[in-house]
């Protein structure tokens, strides 16, 4: 049987999974975006990203609540018919939405010889007393999983993860930049490959790979004379200071951001590709705001001078809040800027089935965009896509419309 485009993505995956774990790395299952990278690198923990399987179906499962989500029904079926790379931990966030909750409390009493760590975030934003108790919180699983593996916190570990999320966070930050400026130095998919594959698997060889295109993408633009404004609006961005800066389009190309919470980039990037193709002139996503895209590498990393926990509590709590945290007010702030300083010509919303967080916030968008005049279209996907052939037609639809406006 011929595989689509996502489930090649998806066995890919957990081939390169695979690999690592015959390697004998022990590795660490995380279900949520914002995971601290550093401080399972620094316990010799490998942590993957947990994506969901097109090839599982997220069928009814007695266990779970009926409110849960395609994405955790997705997770915990994957689990249930043993198709996991074999994990040696797996990591939960609490506090962030009662789907991910009750999936924790399940897989615990369903799984009881996995290894189940739950990182309790705060739901405000970073202050000093929330940076206090995300690091007391991050502090004592770090204790956990001492005991749990006999794995120290090393911080000579911690010093090298830092420097692997950092060169990552400095790579990806350009090239996302670079595209909002010139989207076709490199396509949406080929971006979201990148940052999907260091999720994924975050060592040297993933690093590797979106650095030398970075690096590439860096000498494209020195001879166009465009690396100070790139590295200027990389900035902007970082920092959430979107009203300084302005792009001027140099082609008619219809410029598409995309919005939502635990989607998969590159699963949408190959639907978005074949509706795009059938639509000229072919319009591509210029900016990516899905919780497992841009939220993920716009942050700053952790310092290597202070307490450590204090330092990765900092960079967990300066990545851009998602539909499962508190701060609609200035998410929608933002995007109401970004949708109008990028020259964005449509939105596409996507939800996940069942989803409250992405459907509370989803009409919140709609208004928001249309405050600012441009068009949207809301997507309802499961996790697996399984309804590709009707949101393709969707997508080219809307690409249409605003191909003729
Ligand atoms: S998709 Fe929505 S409901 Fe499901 S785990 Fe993510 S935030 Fe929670």
């Given at each position: 049987?011929?595989?689509?485009?996502f489930?090649?993505?998806?066995q890919?995956r957990?081939?390169?999974?695979k690999?690592a774990?015959d390697?004998?790395?022990?590795?660490?299952?995380c279900v949520?975006?914002?995971?601290?990278?550093?401080?399972?690198?620094?316990?010799?923990l490998l942590?993957?990203?947990?994506w969901?399987?097109?090839?599982?179906?997220?069928?009814?499962?007695a266990?779970l609540?009926?409110?849960?989500?395609?994405?955790?029904?997705?997770?915990f079926?994957?689990?249930?018919?043993?198709?996991?790379t074999?994990?040696?931990?797996?990591?939960?966030?609490g506090?962030r939405?009662d789907?991910?909750?009750?999936?924790?409390?399940?897989?615990?009493?369903?799984?009881?010889?996995?290894?189940?760590?739950?990182?309790n975030?705060?739901?405000t934003?970073e202050?000093?007393a929330?940076t206090?108790?995300l690091?007391?919180?991050?502090?004592?699983?770090?204790?956990?999983v001492?005991?749990?593996?006999?794995?120290?916190?090393?911080?000579?570990?911690?010093?090298r993860?830092?420097?692997?999320?950092?060169?990552f966070?400095a790579?990806s930050?350009?090239?996302?930049?670079?595209?909002?400026?010139?989207?076709q130095?490199?396509?949406?998919?080929?971006?979201?490959?990148?940052?999907?594959?260091?999720?994924?698997?975050?060592?040297?060889?993933?690093?590797n790979?979106i650095?030398?295109?970075?690096?590439a993408?860096?000498?494209?633009?020195?001879?166009?004379k465009?690396?100070?404004n790139t590295?200027?609006?990389?900035?902007?961005?970082?920092h959430?200071e979107?009203?300084?800066v302005t792009?001027?389009?140099?082609?008619?190309?219809?410029?598409?951001?995309v919005?939502g919470?635990?989607?998969?980039p590159?699963?949408?990037?190959?639907?978005?590709n074949?509706?795009a193709?059938?639509?000229?002139?072919?319009?591509?996503?210029v900016?990516?705001l899905?919780?497992?895209?841009?939220?993920?590498t716009?942050?700053?990393p952790p310092?290597?001078?202070g307490?450590?926990?204090?330092?990765?509590?900092?960079?967990?709590?300066g990545h851009?809040?998602?539909?499962?945290?508190?701060g609609?007010?200035?998410?929608?702030?933002?995007?109401?800027?970004?949708l109008?300083?990028?020259?964005?010509d449509?939105?596409?919303?996507c939800?996940?089935?069942?989803?409250?967080?992405?459907?509370?916030?989803?009409?919140?968008v709609?208004?928001?965009?249309?405050?600012?005049?441009?068009p949207?279209?809301?997507?309802?996907?499961?996790?697996e896509?399984?309804d590709?052939a009707?949101?393709?037609s969707?997508?080219?639809?809307f690409?249409?419309?605003?191909?003729?406006r």
């Open positions: 049987m011929s595989l689509t485009g489930e090649r993505v998806s890919q957990r081939q390169s999974l690999r774990a390697e004998g790395h022990r590795i660490i299952g949520y975006p914002s995971f601290p990278i550093e401080l399972f690198l620094a316990h010799n942590p993957t990203l947990l969901a399987n097109p090839s599982v179906p997220s069928a009814s499962e266990s609540q009926t409110f849960c989500c395609g994405f955790a029904r997705n997770l079926s994957q689990r249930a018919k043993n198709l996991l074999p994990l040696s931990a797996i990591f939960f966030p506090n939405c789907s991910l909750q009750n999936l924790c409390d399940v897989w615990r009493f369903r799984f009881p010889d996995d290894k189940v760590l739950r990182l975030y705060p739901s934003k202050s000093e929330t206090k108790y690091a007391e919180e991050l502090q004592s699983m770090s204790r956990t001492e005991e749990s593996f006999g794995l120290p916190f090393s911080q000579k570990e911690f010093s993860a830092v420097g692997l999320t950092a060169q966070r790579s930050q350009f090239i996302s930049a670079a595209r909002l400026l010139q989207p130095i490199l396509t949406y998919a080929e971006y979201a490959e990148l940052i999907c594959r260091f999720l994924t698997l975050p060592n040297s060889e993933s690093l790979q650095e030398n295109k970075a690096s993408i860096r000498q494209i633009l020195e001879k166009n465009q690396v100070i590295e200027a609006l990389s900035y902007t961005l970082l959430q979107i009203g300084e792009i001027s389009p140099d082609t008619s190309n219809p410029r598409i951001a919005i919470g635990m989607v998969d590159e699963g949408f990037a190959t639907m978005f074949n509706a193709s059938e639509t000229s002139p072919k319009a591509e996503i900016l990516d899905l919780s497992f895209g841009l939220r993920t716009f942050t700053k310092r290597l001078q307490n450590p926990f204090e330092e990765i509590a900092l960079s967990l709590l851009s809040t998602e539909p499962t945290q508190e609609l007010p200035e998410r929608l702030g933002l995007l109401k800027k970004s109008t300083m990028f020259a964005i449509g939105l596409i919303i939800e996940q089935s069942f989803c409250d967080p992405d459907g509370f916030e989803a009409p919140e709609i208004s928001a965009a249309a405050e600012e005049r441009v949207t279209v809301r997507l309802n996907l499961d996790a896509l399984s590709r009707r949101l393709e969707k997508i080219q639809s690409l249409e419309t605003l191909t003729m």
